[in-house]
């Protein structure tokens, strides 16, 4: 898609363009796909502007609710007019991040699995799903993104994070050279608790198996914990997701860090620089693995 005609695209839908404040930290890598995809400039004029009007979601939330964190980092960029909507970025071509491929996925293990997943009965939550919410993206993936839950958009399409929360997502992951086909995309939970409350502990842990299982199969290098309520039930932990994120954590034996939730973003504006901050982290992170 012509990088004019997406920008267009997401305005209409509402959306805003991700774009770093700073430039990436890692340098260019060479990538054996000829399609690039655009990168933003490192000048002031081309920081990212959310429109004045954007306000939390008047229905229902996209996801369950997410707590703004304290802790400061080193220096965060200067906030951008939110008023100035003549900041739109320009993007220059870049390499994306190399992918590697692993060995054939048995396609009969994951046709049973999501087979599974689909009539499963477990929890109460069986009872108002429209329909369970597998995961998508590359089964070969390096890059696994965990959320909490389906919200209402996923509960009726039957993909992880769609809407604008989605769109966000996506913009997020194409800030770092990947794009929403190279990663896979999955939630602990596989059905929408009502209203988009927080998960419960028996549901989280009548969903373990499938995600311990979709884990198993892709085999990815690192995972990318999506938000409060994810990285807390993923790390067994109740500490705030500022104390939780800039570090390097596992899960089954697999590196993890964690990144605020788009939907999160989209209620609190000031926190995207620090959402960037823990996209490059999670890319260093992710570059030290392949030295």
């Not at 430039?23 to 429109?51: L, M, Y």
């Not at 799903?129 to 995961?135: D, K, M, P």
């Not at 990815?220 to 914990?225: D, V, Y």
Request: hydrophobic letters at 35%.
């Amino acid at each position: 898609m012509e990088e004019s005609v997406r920008l267009q695209y997401l305005e209409a839908m509402g959306i805003d363009v991700w774009v770093p404040r700073h430039p990436p930290v890692v340098a260019k890598q060479a990538f054996d796909d000829s399609e690039n995809v655009g990168w933003a400039s490192q000048s002031e004029a081309h920081r990212v502007v959310f429109p004045d009007n954007e306000a939390a979601p008047t229905q229902e939330q996209p996801t369950t609710g997410e707590t703004a964190v304290n802790r400061q980092h080193a220096e965060p960029a200067p906030p951008t007019a939110a008023s100035d909507s003549s900041h739109k970025f320009e993007s220059d071509a870049f390499a994306p991040l190399p992918h590697h491929p692993k060995p054939h996925t048995d396609d009969l293990a994951w046709k049973d699995l999501q087979h599974q997943v689909s009539i499963c009965r477990a929890c109460s939550l069986c009872e108002t799903r429209t329909q369970t919410v597998f995961g998508v993206g590359n089964k070969h993936a390096d890059w696994l993104l965990i959320g909490e839950a389906p919200g209402r958009d996923e509960d009726l399409q039957g993909e992880p994070f769609v809407g604008r929360a989605g769109q966000l997502l996506n913009e997020m992951i194409r800030a770092i050279g990947l794009r929403r086909e190279q990663v896979y995309i999955a939630n602990m939970l596989k059905c929408r608790p009502p209203n988009n409350r927080d998960p419960q502990a028996d549901e989280v842990a009548a969903c373990h198996g499938f995600l311990k299982r979709q884990i198993e199969l892709i085999q990815p290098k690192l995972i990318l914990a999506v938000g409060r309520i994810a990285a807390q039930n993923l790390l067994h932990t109740q500490q705030p997701l500022s104390r939780l994120r800039g570090m390097r954590h596992e899960l089954e034996g697999i590196p993890l860090t964690v990144v605020h939730h788009p939907a999160y973003l989209l209620r609190s504006l000031p926190e995207k620089a620090k959402a960037w901050e823990d996209l490059q982290f999670a890319l260093s992170v992710y570059q030290s693995l392949e030295q």
